[in-house]
């Protein structure tokens, strides 16, 4: 405790005091007995620690000794002209005048002031080698004079010769210069095999280094050649010129390895490379005379030199360390860690240039151009031997350098093409749903197809019959009108083929090579093969075709996202009764299908895109079956075996199958529709109603006889027509499918249509027979003569809509239900009259029947039509058809807007049918329908002259699908 006395006793009372020197003292006798056993732990340390001081005493001593025995003997060494480079023995004369020896040493003086000029002019004819020579031997120069000591000698001289003072600072700054720049050479891919020996020879005598040194010196210097291939200073550079400058770098590397380091221990006699150690044996050889030519040039033109001690005539530098050859695995080791580096370099520098590339064209040109590079060293040592002696493997500079990197670039890019594409067309769909009008041609075919056009007519490519490799938009307007393609849909799809036909002609140019390329350089190419410059064609093309799909299906999946919201919103649309926004709904899912169905037939470039691999497997079987007998397959054959189940087939269905979920949309709308206009009018039977149904009935004149044999004459009245609401329904759905195209849509979705509509008809009568039908009685609560007119209304209903699918499970059903409403309205007629109205009733029947033919024939099926519209030309009756004129001569098309599942014209002995045109559109009413105009009398006949020389194809594949 440390505390002032006073204070002490101030704080604390006596005893406590008493405690505090007790604690003390006893604190006292411990530090003691502490110092006592450290001094005796210690002692022998301290005995150590000065033996050990004697010891270092004298070894100091020695050590001093021997660095003054070691400057005695430097400076015997200097004395005798030994200090560096071997030299001839000093002379033994010791007689020779003054005067000579003082000539000999301006002589020394002279050839050293002349050093600097030749050096520099060494270095700068990159004759370094030699430079390096100079300058050892201005250094042995300056050792035997011993400027650079501080002896009596050096003074004198110094004394002498003023201008020596600043001599030897004049020649020392050369060794950094000669050294700066022999690595600089070793950065230059382009020096010869003897200037990178000659550099590293250079270093190895003014560092004093080992083969095994400069060797890694050497791959260092290349390493970082190669990394500033990509460096910033180089982007004014061509991508072209950076791609094919690194990959000549690093073959040029390897080649000099293999030329400067390499040693073939088997068979030193006969070794052919090696450079670095032949040429380093040359230069520090005494037995090699060829040394002398340092002095032997301009340096020994002066008078001067033949004062020239032997010393310095003779001269010849030395390695302290041996120069021995560097063993082949230490070799092989280095050099393909060092490849490993440079792999991992050049795919980081040379995969960032190639983003920078926009087109399969130019990585093309890029591809070709280090072929011919890597083509060019054919005739040089063989490449393989050089690979095997320095990386003890084959080495391929394109298939591990480069390849990797231009295969996932050409991806990218055409993966990249593949995205605008498929976002483009999204775009366009989408803005093309959005720019609908009532007014626009995706809103009414009809208009669309029958307003001529300037661009109308085909090429004349056209009309020359069925020429191979026919494209659709050679066909002119006509075609994409007989196909209800709109100019929207023909322009989205325009615009995807191009993309795609770019896209392929891009990706050609690297996959394939074409003949004329071939033809031209059959006498200009090496006959040393680098590599396969279409190796990689398969990859590709699947590729292509892989994404081709996923595209496909990204846009089909758009259409199916844009059709579920036109359903959903359709049905908002309907309940709200907003007639106009649900029929520009229906419009959209229209133009979505006819998108579908058109980029089938108007994007030929798309189908080339997803059979790319097969039209190449075909190919491939062509060239085959041309080289084997003429039993093999045609090529035809051929085709059609590749052809079955591919994926162009796949991705059509999946195309068309969106067509028909857009067709049922109509379908569904367009029927419900029309039931519901048709509903009202059937359920409604007041008088007034009964009258604006009405139609004209036709009076028949009939005799009987009596049970007397006597004749009696009687009228009857039986309904000539259908009622106008079932008319105004069948026309109205006839409008309706001319509106969208009817020439053009499938069978399927007419038959769907027709089929939809006639079972909605049918349940709607069996609704009006419940109605009717009174309790207790099978007897309907309708009149006889309503019960007729419903009979010739359902009869002319199932005979004009004959375009029903007869193979589908519900025609059965079909067909049953039907007969029991035929049987409900004709037990409401009396048996008797049955009988007798029964003929005259289905004369009427086939009579109205054959009349509507033209105008409802959309609804019926191609073969029944056929048979419906000649039947009364053949009984020889003549009546008023409303029909187009005829035909002078058997055209291409059937009766319009009918559509025809034959694509071939038919034969001579067929019945002339007349050619028929779309009416006029308009909007459906249950009133007494206005007369029909028709569009041939106003239409031009130039424009249906050319009809019937249309024998090609063009427009054969109109309607049935």
Known sequence: MEMDTDALFEKFTIEEIRKVEQETRAEIEKKKEDLRQMVGERYRDLIEAADTISDMKNCAGKIVQSVQTMQTYTNELQQTHMTRGISAKPSQVKDRSVNKEFYGIASQIKLLLDMPEKIWSSIESSQHLKATQLYLLACHIVSSLQLDSSTQQSAQLLAWFPLLSRQWTAISH????????????????????????????????????????????????????????????????????????????????????????????????????????????????????????????????????????TSITGFKPSLRTPSTPIAAGYLQQSVEQWVETCIKDVHNGVGKLLNYVASIKALTSIRDELWELLAANGDQVSWDKVCKSVVNRRLSLWEEFIRPLFLTRVQAITQDSLDKTCTSTQQLLTQALQDMESTSPECDIASYVWKELGIDMPSPSAWKGRAQNKQPNEAGGLYMKSRAFTPRTQSICSTVDSQLKTLLDDLAYYTTQSEEKTQDNVATTPTYNPFDKYADCTTLQSFLQISCSKCIHRILDHVKKALQ??????????????????????????????????????????????????????????????????????????????SEDNDWMKIKLELLSQTHESYNIWNKYTCSVLLDEFKTCLMNTNGASLLKAATHWDTIEIEEETEDGKKVSSKIRLPVQGSWYV????????????????????????????????????????DLVKEKSTEGSKRLAVSQSQALQMLFDLRFITVIMSGRNEESKSQSAYTERYQKLIQRFEGVVDPFDLDVFSPHLQANLNRHTNRCTMLLGALASADKHLYSSHRAASSGFQEQHNVLPLASSQGRFTLLPLSSSHNTAPSHGTIPRPQAQPLIPSSIKPSTPEPILHKSRTAPASLYSKFGSLKSGWLANIGGQ
């Open 727 to 766: 008319q105004s329904l069948l026309y109205g759905l006839c409008e309706e499918i001319n509106r969208v195209g009817g020439h053009a849509l499938s069978r399927s979705a007419i038959s769907n249509l027709v089929s939809n509509t006639s079972s909605g008809l049918v349940a709607l009568y069996e």
């Open 174 to 309: 050369f060794k950094g210069g000669i050294l700066q720049s022999c690595r600089n050479i070793l950065k230059n891919a382009s020096v010869s095999d003897q200037g990178v020996a000659d550099a590293l020879c250079s270093i190895m005598l003014l560092e004093d280094s080992s083969p095994r040194q400069v060797f890694t010196e050497f791959l260092l210097a290349r390493k970082t050649s190669v990394q500033q291939c990509f460096h910033s200073s180089q982007h004014g550079t061509s991508i072209k010129s950076q791609v094919c400058g690194v990959i000549e770098q690093i073959n040029i590397t390897l080649r000099q390895i293999y030329a400067v380091f390499y040693h073939q221990e088997q068979d030193e006699e006969n070794d052919c490379c090696n450079l670095l150690l032949k040429t380093l044996q040359g230069v520090v050889n005494p037995a090699d005379q060829k040394g002398l030519s340092i002095l032997s040039d301009d340096l020994m033109m002066g008078s001067f030199t033949k004062h020239l001690p």
């Open 565 to 642: 919201a036109s359903s959903t919103q359709l049905d908002t649309t309907k309940k709200l009764g907003q007639n106009q926004e649900s029929l520009m709904l229906v419009d959209r899912a229209l133009l979505l299908g006819r998108f579908c169905v058109a980029m089938t037939e108007l994007s030929p470039h798309l189908e080339k895109a997803i059979l790319i691999s097969e039209e190449q497997t075909i190919t491939k079987m062509e060239s085959a079956r041309l080289r084997t007998s003429k039993t093999s397959r045609r090529p035809g054959q051929v085709k059609a075996v590749l």
